[in-house]
């Protein structure tokens, strides 16, 4: 499955509305070198989980209210959400096996 693209508009829907499956969201920027790192590995993790879970990516300076409602303070961060709620969250870089471990562990 390919990645969701995310905005303030859709969140609420696509994220937090989501009941049957777990939502993987990366908070970025495009200014953020460490994003440009997470974006490809993202897109490893949403081809590699398939239809099992949704993976999106929220543009924090295109979306601010959704970053500021999710207490965004530094990016990346990503954020598992499952059922509405976040279940695990993590910023900085981060390696595809972790994200992928995580995201398995919260199938429902």
Known sequence: MSEIQLTDQNFQ????DEKTKPVLVDFWAAWCGPCQVQGPIIEQVAKEIGVKAKVGK???DANPQT???HGVMSIPTLVIYKNGKPVWRVSGLQQKEAILKELEANLN
């Open 67 to 69: 970053a500021m409602a």
């Open 13 to 16: 829907a696509e994220v937090l």
């Open 58 to 60: 929220l543009d924090v």
